[in-house]
């Protein structure tokens, strides 16, 4: 079956510029999260979104939002790019709940800010 | 600070060696999952292990949760260079409901 898909692969942004990023998740996944990933921070929760609300929250800004589509696909923006959001943004999806079923990874969005 | 420390930061063997990757919290954790992430891909699920003390072992790897689930363990047997990447614990603290995870273990391994 097909994987996790994370479209598009690479962006290059000016600052103050907004982004979209679009993640398909497994069929039948219908809990869909965000990560952000640097080589500071490691991973940090966006958010996660399951049967189209927002389920739970990290501690990002407002500047960061998402959404969750009828047929599972999730959306995250971001509005007023910083240099400091230069990052690869990974979507994960699972069944149900990560914490019993584990997360399936996208290959993520390698996002850079200039 | 970060909720899930692991240990050690980084690690750079040769072919054959064994090594251990440890990820402690103060806090407990229902559950614990292993991943391994290789570059320019996303994180690859390897393991959940739900019971303290539960030993589950996947060809050369052998993962271990602690008795009172807030330590995992992940020993490798004989390691390949095909075992390089980054290893990331993951878990959701008890009161909790995100998904959190370990500030990553990246492994080496040389022919």
């Known amino acids: 079956k097909a994987g996790v898909t994370q479209t598009p692969r690479y962006l290059i942004k000016t600052r103050g510029q907004q982004v979209t990023l679009s993640c398909s998740p497994i069929s039948g996944h219908r809990s869909v999260s965000w990560y952000q990933q640097t080589p500071g921070q490691g991973l940090q929760f966006l958010f996660e979104y399951f049967s189209e609300t927002q389920r739970n929250k990290g501690n990002f800004p407002g500047r960061f939002s998402g959404r969750q589509f009828s047929n599972s696909r999730s959306e995250m923006n971001v509005s007023t790019l910083e240099l400091g959001d230069s990052a690869l943004y990974l979507c994960?999806?699972?069944?149900?709940?990560?914490?019993?079923?584990?997360?399936?990874f996208g290959s993520g969005t390698r996002l850079t800010v200039v | 600070t970060q909720l899930l420390e692991q240990s050690p930061q980084f690690l750079s063997i040769q072919e054959g060696e064994n090594l251990t990757v440890y990820c402690n919290s103060s806090?407990?954790?229902?559950?614990l999952q292993w991943y391994r992430q290789e570059p320019g891909e996303g994180p690859v699920l390897l393991v959940t292990v739900v019971t303290g003390g539960e030993v589950k072992k996947l060809k050369r790897l052998t993962f271990q949760f602690g008795d009172a689930r807030k330590d995992s363990s992940l020993h490798i047997t004989a390691a390949q260079p095909g075992d390089t990447g980054l290893y990331l614990c993951?878990?959701?603290?008890?009161?909790?409901?995100?998904?959190?995870f370990g500030t990553g273990t990246q492994l080496k391994v040389e022919l």
């Open positions: 806090s407990v954790f229902s559950s």
């Open positions: 994960a999806s699972s069944l149900i709940s990560p914490s019993n079923y584990g997360y399936t």
């Open positions: 993951a878990g959701v603290p008890g009161g909790g409901n995100k998904l959190t």
